[in-house]
């Protein structure tokens, strides 16, 4: 693997893991002062549901505004497209919509909404599968 995506995958998994333990307890502390649930039980729901809020509403759009300021300076590093399309496989499918539409970056390349909308389908999916777990 090249270094640079050795970088953006490192940097971007980090940002991923930070803005999704931060995201994780806001919720704590927005439950305890508002009490909307009883139980934050089962936690892997909570996991699941704060890392794709995350995703969407954090990670995603600072990447492709990144890349998008990189690409407007000559000779700058940009974010490799790999790292973008696997984000947004892994559960950042609106946030790489949104951020493709509102910094109209990489909105050109077909790939990038096939991606974002396949890890749409993908997250939805995995959501099926928790709330089917849930339900059991």
């Known amino acids: 693997m090249p270094p640079i995506y050795a970088k953006w995958l490192s940097i971007s998994t980090l940002l991923s893991l930070t803005f999704g333990a931060l995201n994780l307890i806001m919720a704590i502390w927005l439950n305890r002062q508002i009490t909307l649930f009883v139980e934050l039980k089962p ?12 995703q969407n509403v954090f990670l995603m759009p600072l990447l492709y ?3 998008k300021r990189q690409s407007k300076q000559r000779n700058k590093e ?12 892994l559960g950042g499918g609106l946030g790489a919509l949104y951020g493709q539409t ?3 970056h990489k909105t050109q390349k077909p790939m990038f909404k096939a991606t974002a909308w396949l890890g749409i389908i993908i997250i939805g999916y995995v959501g099926y599968l928790v709330g089917q777990k849930q339900i059991s």
């Open 43 to 54: 936690l892997y729901m909570w996991l699941l549901i704060s890392f794709v809020v995350s």
């Open 78 to 89: 940009r974010i490799p497209e790999l790292v973008l399309h696997i984000f947004a496989l």
């Open 65 to 67: 505004w990144y890349d």
């Open 102 to 104: 509102h910094f109209r």
